[in-house]
């Protein structure tokens, strides 16, 4: 049974609940492919009667955190309980106990990284925090593995989701900060007391630790020069807008001839860098490598499943360090095995553009044609006609609603053979 | 000296070069943060005479495969040479020597990579292609370590940058199909025979590869359905345009209810769809897991830097997994040493909103304070008035060339003080 990892975890929040059910959902997936077994044996639950909308079997849970830190069975703890004490002392703990560690926690490492880095050096145990910076978006675990062959002069990123989504509403709605905020709160995208998104202050923990993680250097999360977005108005959004910008809260860091800069602030980008589409609730990393040159990562940077996708990846790569079961690590990528049956008549939508003769009733001809096949058709527009071999001809081009690919050769088919059809000129699947 | 890693390659063409200056302008950054010195020992050239237009001491170079393929010094054999065979025996050779294989070669292992991963399994040795997957974009690292607790349920990429960048330059500048083609190859970035790109070949033997990865299944790149951009005119870029929409060579999977669907094929896609925006030779690609929810990776998947960059990442992966200095991986990401200044005052365009009293000569006066301060002025521009506590005042947007911040201030606040000035409503730094 050396492939069987036992996790504590400390918390049962949101993240902690995304984790379990993460792992409830992938749990067979992941013995699957890496052969490890993993299990959260126990959880740190100060309240067990509270109802948190998950079902966890009771015995798991302990109201002391003893009997996670010192039980010699568990292998990993998980620190999901946030804020810099007692995680750190929690954390520190679990390391002199010979147990690698998995946090989400921004704070903690920002303020308490190199300490928890070298106590678990010392110990001989791995430290793992990929979920602590833009929640399930891979960037450090990218940054140490497949990039670490790269020099990296720049780091940008959209690394508060709150904030994204205040600036995106603002911007597309013309409301006021005021009201989106309530919003956010109500819809869950922001705190009760949304202090820490809104001044940047969570901005600012996140780019500490990628500024360690990439220039290598140690900056206080309280000494990078941080502004929030509530003096943000309207009038600043319009002109933005306006002149080819969107504002970003961005948390920025750049090296030159040795010196390093950064902040956290709102940015003006311009619409065509890639961070600047970047709406709502969604987070994003760009990175300027010396080799690799511009990259981006985008995706969730918060939420239970999100997140609890980082921290599994976490215990899997601890799992992989600890030498357990490594044999199914030499080639994991390629698999041929899946029981899939290769569907090669996928619905999709449909633009089609073809030429007709322009006369009356040609459209009545091909779309009464289409309603045969069943095809139904969400948009037409003709084109203007023109002479062609010394006949009035159109192009007409049809969106069609989801069809399978044969049937809608079959259709073309017989379309083409109306006398009034000159030819089917493109067939473009849709997207939406 | 167990952490001197040997590499042998095979071909020096355009990413056999991008990995060794990769590896010249970063062996020392990752020999510190890894431990590993990484060496190209032996290139294999059958032309040693031709000017490749880098600097490589010629005894590097053999024309004999023998001397990388059965040197006992040589740890891992990097793959560079491209098609098919004979690129596949050699691995297979190597391999057979014991030696791990990293190869950016998509065809072959698009083709034959069942055959040489169980042929590493075997031999006990590793197998790694990070580079034949959309270049420099860490995307199969990712699928294997961070992301593997997910369950996938479709990707969509952009995988060729070639059609990618034809598709792009018809829309913006509305040039007809070979106009740009000429173009792309007059640049370097389409080749003379752009058959395997424009018909999506390229792209479908990297999308049989993440097929592989993401649902376990065996598909053969000319089992994929595959259209190329051939057809694609500028009526067809027009209509999608005035929809709405983008046109991409989009390389798909899908997997719902047990059944795989996939294509590589012209794709109209929304134009807030995050794919949509992905312009010219950049390549990018898009996952969707049961956990991490909607996540896209943006980057350059060609050339030979970028490819490099991949290419190295997967000699250290591999470096990791033969145990050599693995003391170095127990925490590699947090480092504090760095020896960087603290650029509290880094210059940057800025955006100032501020309110002044609506009279002759106010926009002088400041602008000749600005001049004053060395400050440039790129834009100006005055709202339309309004009254406020029996005065006729004015919004004035300044957009600052490059200032340091503290210069900025000080302007400010100076600016503060002329009886016009009512208040600073607003400072944003401004990215381009």
Tied chains: 1, 2.
Excluded: W
Excluded at 196 to 201: F, K, P, S, T
Excluded at 301 to 316: E, F, K, N, Q, R
């Amino acid at each position: 049974m050396n492939n069987h990892i036992k996790v504590g975890m400390l918390g049962i929040g949101n993240i902690g609940k995304g984790t379990y059910l993460a792992l409830e959902m992938n749990h067979d997936k992941i013995l699957d492919t890496t052969g490890f077994d993993i299990e959260i044996v126990r959880i740190l639950n100060r309240s067990p009667e509270k109802d948190r909308g998950i079902d966890i079997p009771k015995e798991k849970y302990t109201p002391d955190v003893r009997e996670i830190l010192e039980d010699p069975e568990i292998d990993i703890v998980v620190e999901l309980i946030g804020g810099i004490e007692p995680a750190t002392e929690y954390m520190a703990e679990a390391i002199r106990n010979g147990k690698s560690v998995v946090t989400a926690n921004k704070a903690a490492i920002a303020a308490n990284g190199k300490y928890l880095a070298e106590l678990a050096q010392e110990h001989h145990v791995l430290l793992r925090f990929e979920a602590a910076v833009a929640g399930g978006i891979p960037i450090l675990t990218s940054l140490t593995t497949a990039l670490l062959s790269n020099r990296f002069s720049e780091v940008h990123g959209i690394l508060n989701g709150t904030t994204n989504y205040i600036l995106t509403q603002m911007s597309e709605y013309g409301k006021d900060y005021d009201e989106v905020l309530k919003d956010a709160q109500r819809k869950g995208f922001a705190e009760a007391d949304p202090t820490a998104d809104v001044e940047g202050l969570d901005a600012a923990n996140k780019l500490s630790i990628l500024i360690s993680l990439i220039f290598g250097m140690g900056i206080a999360p309280d000494k990078i020069p941080t502004q929030g977005i509530t003096s943000i108005g309207l009038e600043d959004i319009n002109y933005a807008k306006e002149a080819g910008y969107s504002i970003k809260l961005l948390a920025s860091a750049k090296e030159s001839d040795g010196k390093m800069s950064c902040s956290v602030e709102p940015t003006m980008l311009r619409k065509n860098h890639p961070i600047a589409s970047v709406s709502n609730e969604f987070n994003a990393v760009f990175v300027k490598g010396n080799a690799v040159d511009n990259l981006m990562f985008y995706g969730r940077g918060a939420g239970p499943l999100p997140t609890g996708s980082a921290v599994l990846g976490d215990i899997i790569g601890i799992a992989r360090k600890l030498g357990k079961a490594s044999a199914y690590d030499i080639v994991p990528q390629l698999r041929y095995d899946a029981k899939l049956e290769l569907n090669v008549d996928a619905e999709s939508k449909y633009y089609v553009r073809m030429t007709v003769a322009e006369r009356p009733g040609v459209l009545g001809k091909i779309t009464t044609l289409f309603g045969y096949y069943d095809i139904s058709v969400e948009a037409i527009q003709q084109k203007a006609p023109y002479e062609s071999n010394g006949e009035r001809v159109a192009t007409l081009i049809f969106i069609l609603f989801e069809v399978g690919r044969s049937k809608l050769k079959y259709a073309l088919d017989e379309a083409l053979k109306l006398d009034t059809t000159k030819s089917i000129d493109n067939i473009i699947r849709v997207e939406e």
